[in-house]
């Protein structure tokens, strides 16, 4: 199994920045992918970053330019630039095993408001 812990979300004003950061534990080397998604009350889940194991990334439109996904080993981050409004929402980190399956952790809470 894998187990992974959020940290270093937030209230921030808007145009501020944030650093979230994702520590993977257990059986971490069975890890392939990695990245972040969010939920804000009334919306769907959405992806906002993923990053392969070979560092290869994707991001959501709205984050494009703004956001940045890094990974060291077992660990992941997204520095968050130029915040928004709509931005707030629960982050989630989750990985993706060579096995394909999923595992996500409790999530941070990141607000961005004035």
């Known amino acids: 199994q894998v187990q992974l812990v959020e940290s270093g979300g937030g209230l921030v004003q808007p145009g501020g920045s944030l650093r979230l950061s994702c520590a993977a534990s257990?059986?971490?080397?069975?890890?392939?992918?990695m990245g972040w998604y969010r939920q804000a009350p009334g919306k769907q889940r959405e992806l906002v970053a993923h990053?392969?194991?070979?560092?290869s990334t994707n991001y959501a439109d709205p984050v494009k330019g703004r956001f940045t996904i890094s990974r060291d080993n077992a660990k992941v981050y997204l520095q968050m630039n130029s915040l928004k409004p709509e931005d707030t929402a629960v982050y989630y980190c989750y990985a993706v095993l060579y096995s394909g399956l999923n595992f996500w952790g409790q999530g941070t809470q990141v607000t961005v408001s004035s």
């Open positions: 257990g059986n971490i080397f069975s890890i392939n992918a």
């Open positions: 990053i392969s194991r070979g560092g």
